[in-house]
């Protein structure tokens, strides 16, 4: 079966033991991250097979073995001996790296990342690969073992519908390269869905193997493509309009699409994609629209007597109060800038965003005078609201440091090196009168809170600068807000919220959460943020104290006691931070040797987005919803 190899073979089986050295290289981590990674590489070749119009539906089943299976309705990957490598271009697309693209020929291929490179690295990264072709009436198959060896080359196993085409893969990911081998349903489904509103019209089903009641799985087909994106995001939101903006064009090859609708609320939330990529830091795509719509806006405004001669010009900042907008580009050569690559850099981009949105946001507004009102109204509550906070922003500056610590709130750190430095962010005086003393007072400094801070899903900046908790973390935290952000002036490497494990406790939580996701959000997305996590019980026996997390580790470390001491042991349920003397404080939730920080992430941007507005944002009926749904899950209820 092995004929076919010779020298070369030698070479190709090299460069897949390169991706085996050094996974980082080709898929960034070996976590839990990268597991998830190899899926999208499958994902992108069929997705890209749907962009080149061959392909309508896609399906992802997580098995039983969290091996993953893809399966698509195109072409199927061409089974012919490729005239290069002299063995089959599907082995060749598995086995030879960078191999890809448009080896077929023509195809109009948009794929970001690795441009379908990704096969290769999939197979060098599992245990076994086994892929099936549907082509020409007939079923073949090739199986790869142990980092994309060549098992069974490929070969015809049935026959099949004449009518039927398509390609099926399925991977094992190797548990020698990744830290962990279990597949997260939701993250798979978020990207999932991401990925059908991306692209109008793909369906796409995830099926979960692993679950019995799992039988049909999720399938998700947006008619409306970014539009029902836009309506998604604004779903628990108070639109100002009532349809959707959709302007889309296209000019040399690249396709440019956009979606908008303003909402009552007061933050924006706005997304960019080039070939179904996230762009956070956005580029010439966004710089195009951005621009274009303030100066619509604007232009609007004043011919229609809404601005006046004597009123200041409205600012990006003012037009995007409320706007919830997906910008999406396909281009054949994409140019990504930046050290995460997350910027478009392709200068004709800007223009063709400017050109199609601005000609079709005029002409929307023209044509639906009242809901341009709203918007421009809306756009000049937001330039006011503005210059009161600059006001109130005043008072933040560097000289209230000084102030901050002097009144006492505040007590910091000596050391002012960011890189080692620490701020725990606690509950009540009480408990921070315990962190004071239990902190190491060269890198932890302490903020206790004294009332609640004030929710800014529900009150505009100038109103939420008036408050003192939230003036007090500004300005402990250097970096400024809005426009004059900056996070290489973050005075501490990490933010603490040290909470109680309680209703109240959570609750500040979420509204701290809350207030740096709209505020600060750069160092959530940093990964500055992290969660304290307090001791839950108390175990006391002789002169032994041990402090556990959750009711399992209780269970977990009684079990390993013997019998006669386990029945003496006295087990206390801790109630609240302010319980612990300053000593069990450090030892058990500052002690940088012994604590457990859970690390804040913003995988899902929206995500959250939706849970804070849900949580936190002024429809009732949705909060209700969730808390009826989510009751089930609640583990320790304390009202
Ligand atoms: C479940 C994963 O890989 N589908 C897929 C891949 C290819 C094609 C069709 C395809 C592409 C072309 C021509 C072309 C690939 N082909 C290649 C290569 N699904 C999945 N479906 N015919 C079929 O690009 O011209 C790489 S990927 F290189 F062989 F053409």
């Not at 000049?380 to 500056?397: D, G, H, S």
């Not at 935290?477 to 109240?504: C, P, W």
Request: charge should be negative.
């Amino acid at each position: 079966m092995n004929e076919h190899y010779d020298a070369s073979d030698i070479q190709v089986l090299e460069g897949l033991e390169a991706v085996r050295k050094r996974p980082g290289m080709y898929i960034g981590t070996t976590d839990v991250k990268g597991l998830h990674h190899l899926v999208w590489e499958i994902v992108d070749n069929a997705i890209d097979e749907s962009l080149a119009g061959y392909c309508n539906n896609i399906e992802v089943v997580i098995n039983k073995d969290n091996s993953i299976t893809v399966k698509d309705d195109g072409r199927g990957i061409p089974v012919d001996i490729h005239p290069k490598t002299k063995i089959s271009t599907v082995e060749t697309v598995y086995t030879v790296l960078h191999a890809g693209g448009k080896f077929g020929g023509g195809g109009y291929k948009v794929s970001g990342g690795l441009h379908g490179v990704g096969a290769s690295v999939v197979n060098a990264l599992s245990k076994w690969v086994e892929v099936k072709v549907y082509k020409n009436s007939q079923v073949y198959f090739i199986r790869f073992e142990n980092g994309g060896h060549t098992v069974e080359p490929l070969h015809v196993i049935d026959k099949c519908d004449p009518n039927r085409t398509g390609t099926v893969v399925t991977f094992k990911p190797d548990p020698d390269i990744f830290d962990t081998d279990v597949y997260d349903y939701n993250t798979l489904m978020v990207r999932i869905r991401e990925l059908a509103f991306l692209n109008r019209g793909l369906r796409i089903t995830l099926r979960d193997d692993r679950n019995e009641e799992d039988t049909t799985g999720e399938t998700f087909i947006y008619e409306g493509g970014i539009s029902e994106y836009v309506k998604f995001i604004n779903q628990e939101k108070t639109p100002i309009h009532e349809d959707v903006i959709h302007l889309q064009g296209e000019e040399d090859g690249v396709f440019f699409e956009v979606a908008m609708q303003y909402n009552t609320g007061y933050n924006d939330n706005i997304y960019s994609f080039v070939n179904n990529i996230n762009t956070h830091d956005g580029g010439t795509h966004e710089e195009g629209v951005r621009r274009a719509l303030t100066r619509v806006i604007n232009n609007y405004a004043k011919k229609a007597g809404i601005l006046k001669e004597k009123d200041e010009s409205l600012t990006g900042d003012d037009v995007k109060e409320g706007l919830t907008m997906i910008i999406s580009c396909k281009h054949p050569n994409p140019q990504f800038e930046g050290q995460t690559k997350g910027r478009l850099g392709n200068s004709e981009v800007r223009k063709l965003a400017d050109n199609v949105f601005s000609e079709g946001f005029e002409k929307f507004l023209l044509e639906n005078p009242d809901d341009a009102r709203a918007i421009v109204e809306k756009s000049m509550l937001a330039c006011r609201a503005r210059n009161a906070a600059k006001k109130a922003r005043e008072i933040t500056r560097k000289s209230d440091l000084a102030m901050t610590n002097f009144f006492g709130k505040l007590s910091d750190c000596k050391s002012k090196d960011p890189k080692v430095s620490e701020i725990f962010i606690v509950e009540g005086d009480s408990a921070g009168g315990s962190a004071k003393k239990g902190r190491d007072s060269m890198t932890q400094a302490i903020l206790p809170l004294r009332g609640k801070i004030l929710n800014v899903e529900k009150n505009r900046l100038d109103r939420a600068l008036g408050n003192e908790e939230i003036r007090t973390i500004i300005t402990a935290f250097g970096t400024g807000i809005g426009e004059e952000f900056n996070l290489s002036k973050l005075r501490y490497d990490k933010i603490i919220i040290m909470t109680d494990a309680d209703v109240d406790g959570s609750h500040i939580r979420v509204l701290l959460l809350t207030l740096f996701y709209r505020f600060f959000r750069p160092i959530v997305e940093e990964g500055h943020v992290y969660a304290a996590q307090p001791p839950l019980f108390r175990i006391m026996h002789g002169k032994t104290r041990k402090y556990v997390l959750n009711e399992e580790e209780k269970e977990k470390y009684l079990q390993s006691l013997p019998e006669n001491v386990r029945s003496r042991a006295e087990i206390a349920r801790m109630k609240g931070l302010g319980e612990m003397d300053a000593e069990e404080l450090n030892e058990t939730t500052m002690d940088i040797n012994k604590r457990i920080l859970r690390k804040i992430t913003v995988d899902d941007c929206m995500a959250a987005d939706a849970v804070f507005a849900k949580l936190m944002g002024d429809e009732v009926e949705p909060r209700r919803k969730f808390i009826e749904e989510n009751a089930g899950y609640v583990q320790n209820l304390d009202i």
